[in-house]
């Protein structure tokens, strides 16, 4: 019977690896993320921080290790609801406005009490753009959609690769405070970056990736 105790942490890796035709891309890798805690993945280009944020969010499956949720083996079923990816592909519908996919998004997942599709576009400086077809905005912009449903998922994980990417110095900022307000809440974040994060609510934990 698996331990699932208070002191089980919410995610955890276990000598997790990952080969393509018998090359390394990482691993092993050991690491444990509790409840506000946020964790970095630091490493160059092509080092394997996407691949392992598509072994987290089970797009693609590693051949070694284990990764358990809460205490017992990871499985998408155990985690759903409780897990958001931000990812280099958005998952916003493009011929629908901003407002028209948070409300999808709420749709399929729920939504936190009191956050509401105003507040949220309001929080990502989308006032004015609420209405337009997604596939109008710039990049930034729809990284900003992307950034507004992590205001409005319940998820207690947030996985997100290169949040800052087409970001502006103010995108940048936010992606930076939604990190802290998230961890100061009691959530959890694994992130993946090339070293732009600024976090000013403790000190993370790091892994770094090597290509
Ligand atoms: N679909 C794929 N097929 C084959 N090899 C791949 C594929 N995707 C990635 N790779 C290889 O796996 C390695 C890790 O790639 P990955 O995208 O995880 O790196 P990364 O750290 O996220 O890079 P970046 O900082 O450029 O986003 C690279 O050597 C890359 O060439």
Redesign the pocket.
């Given at each position: 019977m698996p331990a699932m105790t208070s002191h089980s942490p919410l995610l955890e890796a276990r000598a997790l690896a990952f080969h393509?035709q018998d090359d390394a891309?990482f691993g092993p890798l050991d690491f444990r993320l509790d409840a506000g805690e946020l964790m970095l993945i630091e490493?160059?280009?092509?080092?394997?921080?996407?691949?392992?944020?598509?072994i987290l969010t089970g797009l693609l499956r590693a051949e070694e290790g284990e990764l358990r949720w809460r205490g017992e083996p990871l499985t998408w079923d155990r985690c759903s609801g409780e897990v958001v990816f931000l990812g280099?592909q958005l998952g916003l519908k493009a011929e629908l406005s901003a407002r028209e996919n948070l409300a999808f998004t709420i749709g399929l997942h729920g939504h936190r009490n009191q956050s509401g599709i105003e507040g949220a576009l309001t929080q990502v400086g989308l006032i004015g753009y609420e209405d337009e077809p997604v596939r109008k905005l710039s990049a930034g912009q729809k990284k900003r959609v992307a950034l507004a449903r992590l205001l409005l998922i319940p998820a207690a994980l947030w996985l997100l690769?290169?949040p800052y990417a087409n970001l502006d110095r103010s995108g940048i900022q936010l992606v930076d405070a939604l990190l802290e307000a998230h961890i100061a809440h009691g959530g959890a974040a694994l992130v993946?970056s090339?070293g732009a994060v600024q976090f000013h609510g403790g000190e993370p934990q790091r892994i770094r990736?090597h290509?």
């Open positions: 393509r891309v490493g160059d280009n092509g080092s394997g921080k996407t691949t392992l944020m598509r280099h690769d290169e993946t090339h990736l290509a």
